[in-house]
């Protein structure tokens, strides 16, 4: 693949494209990028559905729902960010992408990638106050609480993920251009560099660290808490209340982390074909925005009673309208 570059010195070669390789010998790949846009349609319909219910229900304007809101802002924000591109790219055979187009869309991956991570997190923080300390509950996790610790989340990922991707800007490619991912993938694109990349290789550490492995921990941290904290109800009725409030979280957490735990562990044990590769943390990106919100509305209590308080308020106003028209025929 020719590389064309907009600077050239005898030590650095920056080029202006990038060619996303994508599948390799995958007949009726097709079929797949159009399951992508099918997932991607119940992913906006999805969370914007969850959205509005919490914007327009005042029983969900709480603490808790700050973070659930924002967890649906970023699902709708990672897919956004993955699948058009995704889609555009192999379906309509847009392969190249420019170098500053390739980094962008780099930065927006991995930035809402960690901020449905660490929101999920802050959710852990929320379940682990709830079931640990009751009484104080409201005094700790208040919505200024909750919006401030949101506001971090949004600063250190924003932070992080430009740190990683301005590293990229340091590279010289002077061999190949072939990035042999979906997306402007991080990894793949350090791998092609021919000077010394050993900066951006600590930094895929750190990132990997920090958005899987230590969110993870803490997570699972709280949940030995909770499990302490629930091991101490007398009563069977409160702990498996209790224990209701925290099963559409860990749901999301095992749906998150685990296919990619075991994707990168298959991948050091043993070679993973790139086309598994490929299609595994596609799925992985994707379906687990596309399956929160549906979670949400079936497994929370709280969201299905407003939704039926919603819908029993639409009925009423409807009637209510529909009788002050009859009114004024008369």
């Known amino acids: 693949m020719p590389i064309q570059p907009v600077s050239v010195n ?39 559905f969850i959205m509005c219910t919490i914007s327009l229900a005042r029983t969900l ?19 956004t960010a993955l699948i058009p591109r995704l889609v555009d790219t192999f379906l309509f055979e847009h392969q190249y992408i420019s170098y500053e187009a390739c980094l962008a869309n780099m930065f927006f991956v991995f930035f809402f990638m960690t901020l449905q991570s660490l929101t999920l997190l802050a959710l852990a923080y929320d379940r682990v106050v709830a079931i640990c300390f009751p009484l104080r509950y409201h005094a700790i996790v208040t919505k200024t609480t909750m919006a401030l610790i949101t506001g971090c989340i949004w600063m250190f990922s924003t932070v992080l993920i430009a740190s990683t991707v301005a590293l990229i800007t340091r590279l010289s490619f002077c061999r190949s251009t072939v990035v042999n ?42 949940y030995a808490c909770i499990a302490f904290a629930l091991l101490r109800i007398a009563q069977g009725t409160g702990r498996i209340k209790a224990m209701k409030t925290c099963t559409s979280h860990l749901i999301l957490v095992a749906i998150l982390y685990l296919p990619v735990l075991f994707i990168n562990i298959a991948a050091v044990v043993s070679r993973l074909d790139p086309n598994v590769r490929i299609i595994n943390y596609s799925l992985t990106q994707t379906i687990p925005s596309m399956l929160n919100p549906i979670i949400y509305t079936v497994k929370t209590e709280e969201v299905r009673q407003s939704i039926r308080g919603l819908y029993k308020r639409a009925m009423v106003n409807k009637t209510v309208d529909k009788n002050m028209k009859n009114s004024r025929a008369k």
């Open 10 to 48: 005898t030590t650095f070669v920056r080029p202006s494209t990038f060619y996303i390789n994508g599948f390799s010998n995958v007949p009726h790949a097709k079929y797949y990028y159009i399951f992508l846009c099918l997932v991607y349609t119940t992913t906006v319909l999805g969370n914007s």
């Open 61 to 79: 304007h709480t603490a808790k729902y700050i973070a659930v809101f924002n967890l649906a802002v970023t699902d709708l924000g990672g897919s």
């Open 181 to 222: 991912s979906y997306f402007c993938d991080h990894g793949p694109i350090y791998a092609l560099a021919c000077n010394d990349n050993s900066l951006n290789i600590i930094m895929a550490y750190v990132c990997f660290a920090v958005i899987i492995c230590i969110p993870l921990m803490l997570i699972g941290i709280s």
